[in-house]
């Protein structure tokens, strides 16, 4: 039987690490630390799939009834 | 640069430290001496801190303000518990041993709890398996007297118990801020006399407060207990005094304990003790920390003026000779405020106070103004009367959305209450019932522009609920111009004159004018458009420009040339001219053009003439006749349904009973009436005060004529027919089980005609399920509100486009997605067409 993956699912938006330079670009253009990142758990579903370490930033690409595309970024931390 | 607070530790004083931060020992339960100067050693010892205004304390050297009071302390002669702690304690002795005060679970039982001591439900165990002795039983006896198998257990053996708790079983129980043992109190702090000031009545007597009179009690009883101990007293007379102790610091904690008689004043009255000052409404929190009481604000209630601009509020004279700004006194405006100061506190445009360069502030009298406006130089301040033009922040409760606070510009009244122009009653959701607004006056420059720029009334035009006007005509506004733009309209030219005069245009007006000519003043030169008024019918083909009605507004260069002006040009939340002179113009123009146009529908309906009456809902006899045959035709169609139905041949509709479906039909044939007796009233009805407004959107609706001239129809519970009452029927005079639209709640009167007790009272369920939606819907909605406010209260949208909270964490990278302000944009989106067709022209 053909595994599941959460990615394929039709309301999962697309999610992508971001690279350790667009992370410190991105950091910089917003002029913020860490910290002041929306966070997201490791133990997140799709962000196990996608092989995301702590401390990686995660760029998702949603789909926005009023803008059409929408970025957003969420910082991998550990679960509790 | 600002710190941040990492974290706030709670535990208990422990003696030593109550000790260590007292300055007092506190012996004497008598407060003054003989000449009246406090006893040292008292309640009111003054090293406790200064309340006289001129003296300086004798610990810190600080006067009153800068000396903050210090704390004392009482020993007891016996301990006693501390009643917030009760449930602790009664924890802790259930779930240690009595004689070696070892913790009686096993690690494993309490690993499976995050916080043992408040989770552990199960029964004391019988045996300790550290030391092996018998436990026996713990009772609570609400509010503080504990028991060990019937016998009571003192506030000295708990304390002994608890001593003997050794600090890692503490840890195995979950316990931190201190040992267990100063959960009972031996030491007891005396607060400072700056949190228990005494006042001085104008007869001289000394007024206590509560709190003092309730440690004045616990030293006099903590006295006498002493004084027994000391010759040797009976047990039972030591007992009763113990207990007495007990009671005086369990109240002075909390008077509101259940079981306990309140602990009262000599006039009958229950102390306000620690607990009664924190709790609720009216404690601490709630009324000191989360709201407080301003300065520089009033109250009063409201009445309307349409004649001042939505711009401005009515101030009375005697209001602004209270309110005050404060203007610095420099080169240039220093002979000015000097004539001020002249005029004195008592007349208008005067000025109430001088501050000096010191910060010192002095009263400006009838007496002193001349000398004062002498002193006065560079670097003082002068607190000036409000005058007009002045800017203030206006807001009525409940402040629901941004608009319940906006900023208004003075105009002084000579009379007791502040008027608004009647648009801004749609964002205070105010009416003239009796209804009360604050004002409050911005004390800085930097405020007042701050206010003026971000929450001046125009601002607030478009809504940023829906991207409309929120700010639009009402009522007369409406019937005023409609009357006004009517087709066959004409007005005379002296009056024109006087119109435009009235409602502040200039103009040269040389010969008579329509109504369309004169409604055209109002509008900017180049503006063009075109749309459907409120009135239209729906055609089923639109002949736009030649609408038999004249219900197609055309609106070329400035220029009505088609339509009837109603609430779809110029009403609140629809307001499509409002909307488009904002969009086009800035909101500085739609403001000038609500006030014009506000005052010119005003100004003509006062000079045509306005009024309803009965005789405005009569209709035809023919009219109603047809009516009555709609009704009768419904109600055999009902009939035939009915009857179906008992044969039980009923068209079952999908996922309904029979009974239902039966149900459904009925209410569709009843329904049918009201639409029926609609069309007929609005054929035969002709156009009279109450047709117009219902037509202009200006007040009520062809419903409601309808309804009061032709027939008020079915009415419904929960949407259904009317089922309910009594067993299988709705009341006692119909026959059981009865299925007629008669006996469910169908109304074929109209209220002019009267209504008859069945039908009254059908309606009357019909009204009351109305109200009691209304009142549900607004307390659940209230409250929705409230918890989103404070969910969402600092989050901010920051200068680079991003939204973040207080701790600069980013919550939204593009605000609601899309970036766009639905207070700065035409319903909340991009009119592209429009934008296409100014930039390219008609046609591109
Ligand atoms: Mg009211
Ligand atoms: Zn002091
Ligand atoms: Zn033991
Ligand atoms: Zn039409």
């Known amino acids: 039987m053909k595994e599941f993956k959460v990615t394929d699912h039709i309301l999962v938006p697309k999610h992508e690490v971001l690279s350790k330079e667009e992370k410190i670009e991105l950091l910089k253009k917003l002029n913020i630390s860490e910290k002041q990142l929306p966070k997201i758990f490791d133990s997140d579903p799709v962000v196990k799939e996608i092989g995301a370490k702590i401390g990686n930033v995660i760029k998702i690409t949603r789909n926005s009834p009023v803008a059409g595309k929408s970025i957003y970024y969420r910082i991998v931390i550990k679960s509790e | 640069m600002y710190k941040r607070i990492a974290a706030i530790n709670f535990g208990l004083l422990s003696p030593k430290v109550i000790k260590k931060m007292a300055t007092v020992e506190i012996t004497r339960y008598d407060l003054y001496d003989k000449d009246g100067y406090p006893v040292e050693g008292g309640v009111m010892d003054p090293r406790l801190g200064v309340v006289d205004p001129g003296l300086r304390c004798r610990v810190c050297g600080g006067g009153v303000g800068t000396c903050l009071g210090h704390f004392g302390y009482l020993e007891l002669a016996r301990p006693v518990i501390h009643v917030s702690h009760v449930k602790t304690i009664y924890k802790i002795l259930r779930s240690t041993c009595e004689k070696c ?13 995050d916080n043992p001591l408040y989770d552990l439900y199960v029964a004391k165990k019988t045996k300790c398996p550290h030391c092996g002795a018998k ?17 009571p257990l003192t506030p000295l053996e708990i304390r002994e118990w608890f001593e003997r ?57 903590n006295q006498r207990l002493k004084d027994n101990i000391s010759i040797g007293a009976p047990d039972f007379i030591i007992d009763d005094l113990w207990e007495l102790l007990q009671y005086h610091v369990a109240t002075y904690f909390d008077n509101n304990l259940s079981g306990v008689p309140q602990a009262r004043h000599r006039s009958g009255r229950a102390l306000r003790t620690l607990a009664q000052r924190l709790k609720g409404k009216e404690g601490r929190f709630r009324n000191n920390l989360s709201g407080k009481r301003v300065n520089f604000s ?50 208008i445009d005067g000025a109430n106070y001088v501050i000096r360069p010191d910060g010192r502030k002095k009263k400006i009298t009838e007496e ?26 206006f807001n009525r409760q409940p402040s629901l959305h941004r608009m319940s606070m906006m900023a208004h510009k003075v105009r002084l009244t000579p009379w007791r209450t502040f008027t608004l122009n009647l648009c801004v009653c749609a964002p205070y959701n105010a009416d003239f019932d009796g209804d009360e607004m604050n004002l409050h006056v911005p004390q800085t420059e930097e405020a007042q522009t701050e206010a003026k720029r971000l929450m001046l009334v125009e601002n607030h035009i478009r809504s940023p609920r829906f991207g409309g006007p929120l700010i639009g005509c009402i009522q007369d506004h409406i019937s005023g111009n409609y009357l006004l733009t009517k087709k066959e309209t004409k007005i005379k030219k002296e009056d024109a004159i006087q119109i435009l005069q009235n409602i502040g245009i200039e103009a040269d007006v040389t010969r008579d004018l329509t109504g369309k000519e004169l409604f055209s003043y109002l509008l900017p030169k180049d503006l063009n458009m075109e749309f459907k008024s409120n009135a239209c019918i729906g055609c089923e083909k639109c002949d736009k420009e030649k609408c038999p009605y004249d219900y197609y507004v055309v609106i070329r260069n400035g220029e009505l040339k088609n339509g009837v002006i109603d609430s779809k040009a110029i009403g609140r939340e629809k307001g499509l001219i409002v909307d488009l002179i904002e969009k086009k113009y800035g909101s500085s123009k739609a403001r000038e053009f609500l006030d014009r146009v506000s005052k010119l529908g005003i100004n003509f309906l006062s000079r045509h003439g306005f009024t309803i009456g009965l005789s405005d809902v009569e209709v035809p006899a023919e009219a109603k006749r047809k009516i009555k045959k709609a009704v009768e035709e419904s109600e055999r169609e009902c009939g035939i349904l009915i009857k179906n139905y008992e044969k039980g041949e009923v068209k079952q509709i999908p996922g309904q009973t029979i009974k239902e479906s039966l149900e459904t039909h009925i209410l569709k044939t009843l329904r049918k009436v009201l639409d029926k007796a609609s069309d007929i009233i609005e054929e035969n009805i002709k156009e009279n005060c109450a047709v117009v407004m219902a037509k202009s959107g200006a007040r009520g609706s062809m419903l409601n004529l309808t309804q009061l001239a032709g027939c008020i129809g079915q009415q419904t519970t929960q949407g259904e027919r009317i089922n309910r009452g009594y067993k299988m029927r709705t009341l006692p005079h119909f026959k059981r089980g009865e299925l007629s639209p008669d006996a469910h709640g169908f109304v074929p009167s109209s209220f002019k005609d009267g209504l008859n007790p069945f039908e009254f009272f059908f309606n009357a369920m019909n009204g009351r399920e109305g109200l009691m939606d209304k009142s549900l819907r607004t307390r659940k909605s209230g409250y929705m509100e409230r918890r989103l406010v404070n969910a969402l209260q600092d989050l901010k949208v920051e200068y680079d486009g991003t939204v973040r909270d207080d701790r600069g964490v980013i919550v939204q990278f593009t605000p609601g997605e899309d970036k766009i302000d639905p207070s700065k944009s035409e319903w909340g989106g991009i009119n592209i067409d429009r934008i296409i067709e100014d930039e390219m022209g008609k046609g591109a």
């Open chain 2, 298 to 347: 009033s109250r009063t209630v409201i009445s309307p003026d349409p004649m001042i601009s939505i711009n401005e509020v009515g101030v009375p004279e005697v209001v602004a000779k209270e309110l005050t700004v404060p203007i610095k006194v420099n080169k240039r405006n220093i002979s000015f405020l000097k004539s001020i100061i002249k005029k004195g506190p008592n007349a």
């Open chain 2, 135 to 151: 436990q026996r039983k713990i009772k609570l006896q609400k509010p503080y007297t504990f028991t060990i198998d019937d016998k």
């Open chain 2, 368 to 393: 002193n103004k001349n000398e004062i406006a002498e002193e006065i130089d560079i670097g003082y301040s002068v607190e000036r009367h409000l005058k007009d033009g002045d800017i203030v922040v």
């Open chain 2, 101 to 113: 005060g070892r913790v009686l679970e096993t690690p494993e039982e309490l690993k499976k709890s």
């Open chain 2, 165 to 221: 708790i050794p600090d890692e079983d503490l840890k195995l129980l979950n316990i931190k801020g201190g040992r267990p043992e100063w959960l009972i109190i031996t030491l007891l702090p005396i607060p400072p006399v700056t949190v228990r000031p005494s006042i001085t009545l104008e007869t001289g007597e000394r007024s206590e407060d509560d709190l003092t009179h309730k440690l004045v009690d616990i030293v006099r009883i």
